[in-house]
């Protein structure tokens, strides 16, 4: 359908490209569709409801990791505090480390994937968490990574994909990150 009179780019099927587009522009820029109920129940208690700074705070989430935040990630960090739920749903916390203690334990093959060589004890929340591995689809993850000296900050979540144990007390994990979110100085 073409109207006489209109710029091209206002015809319907220029338009209906263009809004397409938008669209899909917009659903790649946020891997979030707006809070989950328990982050809204949140800002209903603090009073943050109608607060613009917040109520559009997730579209600043990412699907994936930024080129930074992998950097960050492999390179900077000694230690990564991770986050995982036990099977009636209450989160756990765990401190991964390299054996040495120094960053370079954290790999990232991809955009959306981060590999860690961690030592680990038993009785860690996050290996008996992983126990239930076999009996459920995933194991949901979440981890913030801290530069202290700068004070920059990355955060991730998504789920285990790979668990190795290795006789040394040490193992491999494979997590499938879908939010990222960071602060703090670009890494050059």
Request: proline residues 7%.
């Amino acid at each position: 359908m073409t109207l006489p009179g209109l710029p091209g780019f206002l015809r319907l099927p220029s338009l209906l490209i263009l809004l397409t587009r938008l669209k899909l522009v917009f659903s790649i820029m946020s891997a979030l569709n707006g809070w989950h109920p328990g982050e809204r129940a949140v800002h209903r208690k603090l009073n943050y409801t109608n607060d613009p700074a917040v109520s559009q705070l997730y579209m600043y989430i990412d699907g994936d990791m930024p080129h930074e935040h992998r950097v960050f990630h492999t390179t900077r960090l000694p230690f990564v505090p991770v986050t995982t739920l036990d099977d009636l749903g209450r989160p756990w916390g765990s401190i991964l480390a390299g054996g040495d203690g120094k960053p370079g334990f954290i790999k990232s093959p991809s955009d959306t994937s981060l590999v860690l060589d961690a030592k680990v004890w038993e009785g860690e929340p996050l290996i008996e968490n992983a126990k239930l591995f076999g009996r459920k689809n995933q194991i949901l993850v979440a981890g913030i990574g801290i530069e202290f000296p700068t004070r920059r900050r990355n955060k991730f979540a998504g789920r285990m994909s790979k668990l190795s144990r290795k006789e040394d007390g040490s193992c491999q994990l494979e997590f499938i990150v879908n939010q990222a979110i960071g602060y703090g100085t670009p890494i050059n």
